[in-house]
């Protein structure tokens, strides 16, 4: 879980960084996007490394989920019997308890997001049009609803880390008592800077700023 | 006070079980929660019926045998408090009380309240424990240890066993209990020589008996009476990455 969910942020941070191009414009956007199919070039063939990048992924992917499952199911043959009063939660953190199900939520999103931008199936502009033209068609102000349902996504992938990142340093055996403070502070700045990089472009997009 | 109580029945391993209600007149709020159950046990042999029934021994909070679910919270509403330390103060006239038995499949009823614990035990004798002689207490200073890692070990030593991480945790999982001990016994001197080998057995076993899997909510830690550190679980997955790396 700590693993796999550590190749899965850091991918998630170069991403951030990725889309944050949109802002320098649209050549520069559309180059970028050129160029993570051309790296590595000519050392090894076309797309080479953006297709190592993405089986990488689909296993983290896999097995994160995977593991999760697994936990979910070991969790309910260990109880059996529920309480009849309603569990009263001691730690009050809701990112914890939003891990399994923003967790469906975020690969339903994910599935969402490769039709849309990746195969361009569900996009306004269809597949053959530009990276930068497909995100301005898709955070236009009149499709307000995939701009919300983008902004909620990235919100509970926020929660998600906000749990994630801090349980993966517990579960490395990073965790102790004069720590945690720093510990919880670096989860929560990592998972902020995420949702604000990545809502920043839907937004500006819907507000006109970028066009 | 006058006060309802819902308590779990169940007259042994194989009965389904039900929650029953129970009123209460003239509770003090001088009792201790156990003492409170007394009162309730008394007139219920009194008019023929059978009693509940609940673990408890020391009643001083030390033996780690009482083990009530009081409103969904193990040992109740006081933190690092044992049910039978808990005082019917913190309750008011009227309140309605939901009384259940710690709920996990490595914990099955017995009866009523009392759940079969042995389960622990196993654990402990997977590896709790050093195998070095140590015969009577030896000279305090005659085996250095850093002040830190004695504190921290014997903060770790408090546990009493109870099983309220358990109970509270929502995987059912027991990973409180046991790195209690690998933190108690991997900070000693003592301990060393069978570190990497106690881990791996006693998460074994652990995982053997049907507790859940930990993941790091933090719930356990939160009803411990006795305030075991949730550090205690980081440095049991430290030795335990550290023995699947040595095996390998």
New interface residues.
């Given amino acids: 879980m700590a693993v796999t969910g550590a190749i899965l942020v850091l991918y998630l941070i170069a991403h951030m960084i990725g889309n944050l191009k949109v802002f320098l414009g649209r050549d520069d956007f559309n180059h970028y996007a050129h160029w993570l199919r051309t790296m590595g070039e000519p050392a090894v063939p076309y797309r080479t490394v953006l297709t190592i990048i993405e089986i990488v992924l689909t296993v983290a992917v896999i097995l994160h989920m995977w593991s999760a499952v ?2 979910a199911r ?2 309910r ?15 009050h ?1 809701y990112a ?1 308890h939003v ?1 399994r199900y923003g967790g469906v939520v975020i690969l339903l999103f994910v599935i969402w997001h490769l039709l849309d931008l990746t195969f361009g199936a569900v996009n306004p502009k269809g597949g053959d049009a530009q990276p930068y033209d497909k995100i301005v068609a898709d955070f236009a102000p009149s499709h307000w609803y995939i701009t919300l349902f983008y902004i909620v996504a990235v919100v509970l992938v926020g929660f998600h880390l906000r ?1 994630g990142l ?2 993966a ?9 004069n720590r ?1 403070r720093g510990l919880r502070l670096l989860a929560d700045t990592v998972a902020a800077v995420i949702v604000l990089g990545f809502v920043s472009v839907p937004v500006l997009v819907t507000i006109g700023v970028v066009s | 006070m006058k006060l309802t109580l819902k308590i779990w029945r169940q007259k042994n391993a194989d009965d389904p079980g039900r929650m029953v209600p129970y009123e209460l007149d003239d509770v003090s709020p001088d009792m201790s929660f156990l003492e409170m159950l007394d009162v309730l046990n008394e007139r219920l042999i009194v008019e023929g019926e059978d009693p509940v029934a609940f673990d408890h021994d020391c009643r001083e909070g030390i033996c780690g045998m009482c083990s009530l679910v009081i409103d969904g919270t193990p040992h109740g509403p006081q933190q690092a408090t044992t049910t039978c330390q808990l005082h019917m103060r913190h309750f008011k006239d009227g309140d309605v009380i939901t009384i259940e038995p710690w709920r996990a499949a490595a914990f099955p009823v017995i009866k009523d309240l009392v759940v079969d614990r042995s389960a622990f035990d196993r654990i402990i004798q997977a590896g709790g424990y050093v195998s070095a002689p140590t015969g009577s207490a030896p000279e305090a200073a005659s085996i250095p240890v850093p002040q830190a890692d004695a504190h921290a070990a014997f903060d770790a030593a408090t546990c009493i066993g109870c099983g309220a991480c358990v109970a509270a945790c929502p995987n059912a999982s027991a990973m409180l209990f046991t790195a209690a001990k690998i933190t108690h016994l991997g900070l000693m001197p003592q301990g060393q020589p069978e570190r990497y080998g106690r881990v791996t057995a006693m998460v074994a076993q652990m995982d053997a008996e049907g507790f859940g899997g930990c993941t790091n909510t933090g719930e356990c830690t939160a009803v411990c009476p006795k305030g075991i550190p949730f550090e205690t679980i980081s440095r049991l997955n430290a030795d335990l990455l550290k023995a699947t790396r040595k095996a390998s």
């Fill in positions: 697994s936990l070991r969790a043959r260990a109880r059996p019997v529920r309480y009849a009063a309603r569990p009263t939660t001691q730690e953190r914890t891990m749990h801090w349980s340093f517990q579960t490395l055996g990073w965790g102790r008592q945690y």
